[in-house]
């Protein structure tokens, strides 16, 4: 029972001392406690919608998306149609960049390849397809096309860098636990 | 958000149509990924809001709008490297800098670090990458949006 507390207390200690921190800058008041944990909620609303959604449709990936299909595709061997693959599959895709990192893992355990494994993280860090409509709500039509345009080449060539890189490495994506 | 919502209820019932066992299955899965990360997830999420904090949206604006040039850029490029703004907040900031007259280059080298580079978020990236790799990456996106930046400013 010991070692389960330390182990709660090692994972979740920091947590616990933000809340303690929080509630007890809304007794005093203490106006920049409480502006933090303003800011912590409205982050920690848009976890709390889209990562619950995101890990469900990742745990029916994992189930019914079978690894010689994403090896067939979006493998090592699977050549400039696996770019296309996982650049369509991140733009379909909502939510912060912390977001696509359980996905690349779960791609990465299918047989997808470290070139694009970090296509997808490029994708989806600057070709969302739902960001993109609010960027051009905000900074015009001209504008997202130009930037869309200029960042595809530029994260394909991230994706080669990094897979040349790891290349004799051992590389492996890691599931956190 | 809400096209999501719907995407992942059409998807969990026709999984549980086509198979009760694999969709619970599934979603324990997915539920065991989502516990394993998240207290690695709620620190990255203070560590952000305590930054939110100490540099305020019209903080950042009153920065980026002071200078032009290249020591505008610099600056853009390391706010946007730092920050984790969301969407939602960092477009209609954008487009305040450019109607205030700051040059597409700095707007486009903010908005671009702001996605394609997290430092904030770099222990939560080591946890799958490692931190070499993670280092890495973030240094190659951070040397790629400045080049878009730059791109930006030439054809815009």
Redesign the interface.
């Known amino acids: 029972m010991k070692s389960k507390a330390a182990w709660v207390i090692k994972?979740?200690g920091?947590?616990l001392l933000?809340v303690c921190f929080i509630a007890f800058s809304s007794l005093m008041p203490f106006a920049?406690g409480i502006?933090?944990?303003r800011?912590?909620r409205?982050?920690?609303l848009?976890?709390a919608?889209?990562?619950?959604?995101?890990?469900?449709?990742?745990?029916?990936?994992?189930?019914?998306v079978p690894r010689e299909k994403i090896l067939r595709h979006l493998g090592p061997e699977a050549g400039a149609m696996g770019i296309l693959w996982v650049v369509l599959l991140a733009m379909l895709?909502?939510?912060?960049?912390?977001a696509a990192?359980?996905v690349?893992?779960l791609l990465w355990k299918k047989g997808c390849s470290v070139r694009n494994v970090?296509v997808y993280?490029?994708a989806f860090?600057?070709l969302k397809i739902?960001?993109l409509a609010?960027?051009i709500?905000?900074?015009g039509l001209?504008?997202s096309l130009?930037?869309a345009l200029?960042?595809l080449p530029?994260?394909i060539?991230?994706g080669y860098?990094?897979a040349l890189?790891?290349k004799n490495r051992n590389?492996a994506?890691?599931?956190?636990? | 958000m809400i096209g999501l919502a719907v995407a992942t209820a059409i998807v969990l019932a026709l999984s549980f149509l086509a198979d009760r066992g694999r969709t619970l299955t599934g979603l324990k899965k997915g539920a065991k990924m989502f516990l394993n990360i998240l207290p690695a997830l709620l620190n990255v999420l203070i560590l952000v809001s305590v930054f939110l904090y100490l540099v305020p949206p019209r903080q950042l604006t009153a920065w980026l709008g002071q200078g032009s040039g290249w020591t505008g850029v610099a600056g853009a490029a390391l706010l946007g490297s730092i920050s984790l703004i969301p969407g939602f907040i960092a477009f209609p900031l954008g487009a305040i800098l450019v109607r205030s007259g700051i040059s597409n280059m700095v707007v486009a080298v903010f908005i671009t670090t702001l996605m394609m580079v997290g430092i904030l978020t770099l222990p939560l990236e080591a946890k799958y990458f490692g931190w070499r790799v993670s280092f890495l990456r973030n240094a190659l996106s951070f040397a790629g949006a400045m080049l878009i930046g730059l791109l930006m400013g030439i054809f815009l």
């Open positions: 994972r979740y920091f947590i933000f920049p502006e933090v944990g800011n912590f409205l982050f920690f848009e976890m919608v889209i990562l619950p959604l995101m890990f469900i449709l990742i745990g029916l990936f994992d189930v019914w895709q909502a939510g912060p960049l912390y990192f359980p690349a893992a970090f993280l490029g860090s600057t739902p960001m609010f960027e709500g905000f900074l001209k504008f130009l930037r200029f960042s530029v994260f060539g991230i860098l990094l890189d790891l590389f994506v890691k599931e956190p636990r």
